[in-house]
């Protein structure tokens, strides 16, 4: 069945980078957009940004853009989130999320993967 | 941006009640809303989509209405497995926006 598994999470410092990662698998992921969702400690739901199912159109929140990218491989069914200049604000969980099919909604969430940005 | 505003935040409530979460949108997103559970420490569920459309495997006995900038999130005869917390989401455009969420306790 469908399965989304994100990696790459961790305690990073602030102003430093990090690749978050999503690998996909129990579907025929080059047909599907692709979206990253994070949730502070105790906080609601904040949507990232997303990748169409051939990664020529990427969409971003606006107070991340410049600071974020989005990224997809088809032919290893993964999709990266790159982060730069850390900041606390950026602690949260991250998850990968599968459009249910050139919607904006997602059917399918991963676990999540924690980012703990500290000194 | 378009703003989603959820009420009310919490919602105190006992098995076999009927609920009801309203989300408003700061302006008119038409039909292009989904309605997410969640619980402690797991992942959001897609509960309805396009406002009012069931998603598969979902209970019957959740239900979604509205357009425009109203919308309303009901659940009858509420179950154990319903207390969790509750998100509309507007796709009608970007960024994406959800709403602040609505914590739905066991009174």
């Known amino acids: 069945q469908e399965q989304l598994v994100e990696s790459g999470g961790g305690v990073a410092q602030p102003g430093t980078s990090l690749r978050l990662s999503c690998a996909a698998s129990?579907?025929?992921?080059?047909?599907?957009?692709m979206h990253w969702v994070r949730q502070a400690p105790g906080k609601g739901l904040e949507w990232v940004a997303d990748?169409?199912?051939?990664?020529?159109?990427?969409n971003y929140r606006d107070s991340m853009k410049g600071r974020v990218t989005i990224s997809r491989d088809n032919s290893k069914n993964t999709v990266s989130l790159l982060m730069t200049n850390l900041s606390p604000a950026d602690t949260a969980v991250y998850y990968c999320?599968?459009?249910?099919?050139?919607?904006?909604?997602?059917?399918?969430w991963g676990q999540g993967t924690l980012v703990t940005v500290s000194s | 941006d378009i703003q989603m505003t959820q009420s009310p935040s919490t919602l105190s409530a006992s098995g076999g009640d009927r609920v009801t979460i309203t989300c408003r949108a700061s302006?008119?997103?038409?039909?292009?809303l989904a309605w997410y559970q969640q619980k402690p420490g797991k992942a959001p569920k897609l509960l309805i989509y396009?406002?009012?459309s069931l998603e598969s495997g979902v209970p019957s006995r959740f239900s979604g209405s509205g357009s425009g900038t109203e919308f309303t999130l009901t659940i009858n005869s509420l179950q154990a497995d319903d207390f969790a917390t509750y998100y509309c989401?507007?796709?009608?455009?970007?960024?994406?926006?959800f709403g602040q969420g609505t914590k739905l306790e066991i009174k």
């Open positions: 396009r406002a009012s």
């Open positions: 129990g579907f025929s992921f080059s047909g599907y957009a």
């Open positions: 999320a599968r459009d249910a099919g050139h919607q904006g909604f997602s059917n399918y």
């Open positions: 989401q507007q796709y009608h455009s970007y960024p994406y926006t």
């Open positions: 990748i169409s199912y051939d990664g020529s159109e990427k």
């Open positions: 302006q008119s997103i038409r039909g292009w």
